[in-house]
């Protein structure tokens, strides 16, 4: 079975994110002063292939674990559906 | 009211996400062939003041056709809840 994972990852909460700071400002230059709070973090989509449900999670969560989150700085979240 | 909003923007289909392409291959060296067509865009999440829901929306329109999103080789989709 082909699932299909979407992974977000964002800086944790207690981290300075300055890119979304930048952001946050320039929306204010644009005439967006109503928008606020911009943290900008990766969305990431993958396929993958496993027997069941269980096994894919598991293989997702080790992608992001070694490979794509920085547990230090950031947090992630997924979801899975079947592809 | 304020909202919160959740972007994901992603690389069109047609256009090759090489930073993908290097992370399904380092997949591969961590024992994750199961891995396969990933792809990595951003993830953004932001605050947005409005009296309704439809305002709110046209706002986080306005802010990812002029700020956030290269529509050119992006694509962007984008939730909202009430904060």
Known sequence: MIFKAEIDIMPIEAILDPQG???TQ????????EISNVRIGKHITL???????TTA???VDTACKKLLCN????TYTFTLVQA
Not at 47 to 53: F, L, M, S
Not at 71 to 74: A, N
Request: charged content about 35%.
């Open 71 to 74: 547990l230090i700085m950031e």
């Open 47 to 53: 396929k993958v292939e496993a027997n069941d449900e």
């Open 21 to 23: 700071k930048a952001v």
């Open 57 to 59: 999670k598991e293989k």
């Open 26 to 33: 320039s929306m204010g230059n644009l005439g967006l002063n």
